[in-house]
């Protein structure tokens, strides 16, 4: 444990050290979402029969009714929302921006249901018979009809497509998804967890993908930890249980890993490698291979 506890202290005082000469700099304000709510759009036939209302970072609270610490957990900057209707159908449109296309990717995804009805519009859409939800950019677009007739599906769908064609931004999913392996992963399970990943409160902004393995599912994890603080912290917090014997280093920085079990989440096995927190959930010595893989597969950081 005295090596153990020297590499704690080591990986704990890099981590002062870079947060103490990092510095911080001015966001800039973000751009007005006013511009995507026409008066009337007659293409798709529906006029504006709202105001548009606006509400920043800590009112979210004042138009969700609960859950905005999801929304603030992905960098929440602000929502602005307005009610269009046409003939016979009335819709809402909202439009919530954040302050990085992972972080809207990261709402999307979370609000997703496990089997969506994709669209192809921005980075990824679905469809739920009653509403449409989309991200592109810093932006993700939620459109909601009063009820699910073919009608308001149809309306929705026109209506996001118009307005897929005017909003700005990315529309690749979040890069470090290409870290991840594509050999057994389950479609459609990309995750971003914004904060306390697995209970932890030093685990912010995973991502995360699901795999098939014969008879189990794993998930593996993957974020960004060049300082080895998050990595420390959770060292610290398992003890004597991390780095046990039962699990071979399939090829972390350093011997830098640690295995944990869980009653809940199963073996969960973590490390450095390359500037990242890299690890599997549901981990067993069947993974050792396709883990091993994994790591070698992962670049080296160039910010390092």
């Known amino acids: 444990m005295k090596r ?15 947060l103490a000469c990092g510095g911080g700099s001015d966001d800039a304000e973000p751009t007005s979402l006013s511009q995507y709510f026409p008066d009337r759009l007659a293409d798709v036939g529906f006029d504006r029969v709202s105001e548009v209302r606006t509400f920043v970072s800590d009112s979210l609270w004042e138009y969700i009714n609960g859950g905005a610490e999801l ?32 972080g809207a990717y990261g709402l999307y995804a979370a609000l997703r249901p496990d089997e969506p009805d994709i669209v192809p519009l921005g980075v990824e859409g679905y469809f739920t018979g009653s509403s449409l939800e989309f991200v592109k950019g810093d932006i993700m677009v939620r459109l909601v009809g009063y009820d699910a007739s073919e009608a308001t599906g149809r309306a929705i769908h026109a209506l996001a497509t118009n307005l897929a064609g005017s909003l700005s931004g990315t529309v690749e999913p979040p890069e470090t998804f290409q ?46 930890d060049p300082s080895g603080e998050a990595f420390a912290q959770w060292m ?10 039962e699990a071979n280093n399939p090829g972390y920085d350093e011997n830098y890993y640690l295995l944990t079990p869980s009653s809940y989440y199963g073996d969960i096995l973590a490390g450095l490698k390359n500037g990242k927190l890299v690890g599997v959930v549901n981990f067993s010595d069947q993974h050792q291979e396709f883990v091993a893989d994994w790591l070698t597969s992962i670049p080296a950081s160039t910010d390092r």
Not at 4 to 18: E, P, Q, R, W
């Open 4 to 18: 153990f506890s020297c590499l704690l202290v080591t990986l704990v005082a890099l981590a002062a050290g870079m």
């Open 71 to 102: 929304y603030h957990s992905f960098g929440f900057v602000r929502v602005s929302t307005a009610d269009y209707k046409s003939a016979d159908t009335e819709l809402v449109l909202d439009l919530y921006q954040f302050e990085s296309s992972d």
């Open 179 to 224: 870290l991840f392996p594509r050999d057994n992963a389950i479609a459609g399970t990309d995750k971003i967890i914004g904060e306390a990943f697995l209970g932890q409160a030093f685990l912010n902004m995973v991502y995360t993908r699901d795999y098939q393995m014969a008879d189990d599912t794993l998930t593996l994890f993957l974020s960004d």
């Open 236 to 245: 610290q917090q398992v003890g004597d249980g991390w780095g046990s014997p």
